[in-house]
């Protein structure tokens, strides 16, 4: 049982590239959420969903796109990456009542 | 969403008990109250979840008053290893709305 998968776990972009990170789940969890960290920083909610199919904005969406097409997954799209989107990202997914489960980051840094 | 208002840092001492106070005024009736743990380049880490009253797990205890519009997480006898950022969440059990952190607590313990 893996749990949160985030890929890849580190990525160096240039100003304008794009990029597409993955969070996969295996508990069967509804809701999915990608969040980023600044250093020294709480999370910011990006965005999330609440189930297959349907995403919806958080806190910080601009510059990001999300896509839930299969229940398992949750895809976090940057299109044209900036220097402001240097973060670490986070994915969490829980069940109804459950808790959050996180996977391990991704520590984005682009240039 | 209930926003949450916790103290930036404390300190204490290994051996000590150690008790995290959040107001969260505005907490809706199907509102749980969950509190995680996050270490440096780590995801966080759940903690506790309660409702009401008192709840008591191998690593806490989380105390919400009768009106729940405060929680304490409690730890006891904390060591060096409980040093970390500790967060308050509350948010629907069942709901469709984004999960918000807040800014959390810094706990450092001293030898």
């Known amino acids: 049982n893996a749990g949160v998968t985030q890929t890849p776990k580190f990525r160096v972009l240039k100003t304008g590239q794009s990029m597409t990170l993955l969070c996969a789940q295996d508990?069967?969890?509804?809701?999915m959420y990608w969040y980023r960290q600044d250093p020294g920083m709480g999370l910011r909610l990006i965005h999330y969903?609440?189930?297959?199919?349907?995403?919806a904005k958080g806190e910080v969406p601009d510059g990001y796109n999300v896509s839930r097409l299969k229940k398992q997954n949750f895809l976090l799209g940057l299109e044209s990456a900036a220097p402001s989107q240097t973060s670490v990202y986070f994915c969490?997914?829980?069940?109804?009542?459950?808790?959050?489960?996180f996977g391990n980051g991704t520590r984005l840094t682009v240039t | 969403l209930a926003k949450t208002t916790q103290p930036i840092s404390m300190d204490s001492y290994e051996g000590q008990e150690v008790n995290i106070t959040c107001s969260h005024n505005?907490?809706?009736?199907?509102?749980?109250i969950t509190w995680y743990q996050q270490f440096p380049s780590q995801g966080p880490r759940f903690i506790i979840q309660?409702?009401?009253t008192k709840v008591t797990n191998e690593v806490a205890s989380l105390f919400i008053p009768a009106d729940r519009k405060s929680s304490t997480l409690s730890l006891p006898r904390v060591s060096l290893s409980d040093t970390a950022v500790y967060y308050c969440?509350?948010?629907?059990?069942?709901?469709?709305?984004?999960?918000?952190f807040g800014k959390g607590t810094h706990l450092i313990i001293q030898p």
């Open positions: 505005n907490i809706a009736t199907n509102d749980y």
């Open positions: 508990m069967n969890h509804e809701y």
């Open positions: 969440l509350v948010g629907p059990g069942g709901g469709a709305d984004g999960l918000t």
């Open positions: 969490a997914s829980r069940g109804s009542t459950s808790p959050l489960h």
């Open positions: 969903s609440v189930g297959e199919g349907t995403t």
């Open positions: 309660g409702y009401k």
